[in-house]
């Protein structure tokens, strides 16, 4: 992942989307929890702005993430069991945690995020779509689960916050994610592999249209879905 973020097509256009969906809802200095944060490929780049505080399970990951940004404000720890005081955050980021295996309780994961956003504050999910999807790449990233759009904001509402969208995105990704995984035949493959040469560009060149619709009008499907939601008062 720490070398997928500077080469892979995929990382720039999440984090063009996330600019355009999440960075808006956000005022400068605010304190952000990016949970799961990994190596920084998703989140790090809230830091400019904000007072980030990056939170993952993984030494290695923030290790990383530490590498490429010495000042980083860093916290292992899982998020289904956040060790921070309730309200201590202006707003949330969790990109593709919640799909993952070691994540056993994903409902509980958002209510313990709610807990910790202070009133007011936003929290923003990207997590995989396309439910009865399996393909090489959830066996490498060990996908336990993927959400509909319908489903992921429904379970954001039970934790008490109010969805502000909820959104398919990488929708022109379905279909050929579908015949990749009717080729590979079970076999594990990551889609990280490589930089995407042309092929890559194309797709970030098609990301960069939909992040254009987006701006306008919710999607009703996509590879990923995205829920961004307020927690009252």
Do not use: N, Q
Not at 198 to 222: F, I, K, Q, Y
């Amino acid at each position: 992942m720490a070398e997928a973020e500077e080469r892979h097509w995929w990382y720039p256009a999440t984090r063009a989307l996330l600019r355009a969906t999440f960075a808006p809802l956000l005022t400068p200095g605010v304190r952000v929890l990016d949970a799961g944060c990994g190596t920084g490929a998703a989140g790090g780049w809230l830091d400019a702005r904000h007072r980030v505080v990056g939170l993952d399970p993984e030494p290695l990951a923030l290790g990383l993430y530490r590498e490429r940004r010495p000042g980083a404000r860093l916290v292992r720890g899982g998020i289904e069991a956040l060790p921070f005081a309730a309200g201590s955050f202006d707003a949330a980021l969790v990109v593709t945690v919640l799909y993952h295996e070691a994540v056993a309780d994903p409902r509980g994961a958002i209510d313990s995020l709610a807990r910790v956003l202070r009133p007011g504050g936003v929290l923003c999910l990207l997590e995989p779509g396309v439910p009865s999807l399996r393909r090489g790449h959830d066996r490498v990233t060990r996908t336990a689960r993927r959400f509909t759009v319908r489903g992921l904001r429904e379970v954001v509402a039970a934790a008490g916050l109010d969805p502000v969208r909820a959104t398919g995105a990488y929708t022109f990704l379905v279909a050929p994610a579908v015949a990749k995984a009717l080729l590979e035949r079970g076999r594990s493959t990551s889609d990280l592999e490589g930089d995407g040469g042309a092929a890559g560009r194309l797709l970030a060149r098609l990301a960069a249209v939909e992040r254009r619709v987006l701006a306008r009008r919710d999607l009703p499907t996509g590879l990923s879905v995205l829920v961004v939601a307020r927690k009252p008062g």
